[in-house]
């Protein structure tokens, strides 16, 4: 069975840091570029960071530059954000998103979606 999983959401400080994992199961994720995205209540899904296969393509939101860390571990077939300095406004539930080589950041119509993991940064 093809899945993804994210774990690593929680309640956190303003401030405090979380990891995100998501993890691939039932296929080899080191064969797709991967993605992290979130949606906050009442607005849309928004990119937050995408890692090529490798690792040696990676691209920020803005939101995200200088806080968060994307990496990945194709052994482990997982994917990390490590998120630094979190703020109120990094509430959302987030979600990891594989593309097949050539499609970038969500945009192949092939790709696969995990559950969600929530986060909410709340003092």
């Known amino acids: 069975q093809v899945q993804l999983v994210e774990s690593g959401g929680g309640l956190v400080q303003p401030g405090g840091s979380l990891r995100l994992s998501c993890q691939a199961s039932g296929f080899s994720l080191e064969h797709y570029n991967v993605g992290w995205f979130r949606r906050a209540p009442g607005k849309a899904r928004e990119e937050v960071s995408c890692?090529?296969?490798?690792?040696?393509?990676?691209e920020y939101a803005d939101s995200a530059k200088g806080r968060f860390t994307i990496s990945r571990d194709n052994a482990a077939n997982t994917v990390y954000l490590q998120m630094n300095n979190l703020k109120a406004e990094d509430s959302a539930v987030y979600y990891c998103?594989?593309?097949?080589?050539?499609?970038?950041?969500?945009?192949?119509?092939?790709?696969?979606w995990g559950q969600g993991t929530p986060v909410t940064v709340a003092s």
């Open positions: 998103r594989t593309d097949p080589i050539g499609w970038w950041c969500a945009t192949s119509p092939y790709g696969d």
């Open positions: 890692i090529s296969t490798s690792g040696g393509r990676i």
